[in-house]
């Protein structure tokens, strides 16, 4: 009977103090997440700046060994814009999608086809 008391005492025990220091847990995981987060984003307009710079730059210009470093530069750039949109962090794959996004327009595929249906019929 003392064992079960004892044990009921401890369980108490430990769930009043576990979520405490859980929900500091989650408060420092958070602060972690904003501070990387804006690095990403950072990092991400960087990489965004970089690719438009090179698509300004007169690539007839450069000497062939120059254009091969731009071409591993874009590879290594993409390379990064896949690994960020793969990320575990959902905040992090959402600002690598919304600078991806942020290049081009995107049409579905049923407004174009009511486009070109529009087109034929007009």
């Known amino acids: 009977m003392k064992k079960l008391i004892l044990s009921f005492i401890a369980i108490a025990f430990l769930t009043t103090i576990v979520p405490v220091e859980l929900k500091a847990n989650e408060e420092i995981s958070k602060a972690k997440e904003t501070e990387t ?3 990403v984003k950072a990092e991400l307009n960087k990489m965004v700046n970089r690719v438009a710079e090179i698509n300004e730059m ?46 081009g327009v995107y049409i579905s595929g049923g407004a174009l086809l009511v486009i070109i249906i529009l087109l034929i019929l007009l």
């Open 58 to 103: 007169d690539l007839k210009e450069l000497s062939k060994d120059e254009r091969k470093e731009i071409k591993k530069e874009l590879r290594g750039i993409k390379k990064d814009f896949k690994a960020y949109s793969k990320s575990d962090n959902p905040a992090v794959s959402e600002a690598a999608g919304e600078a991806v996004r942020a290049s």
């Open 37 to 39: 987060l804006k690095e």
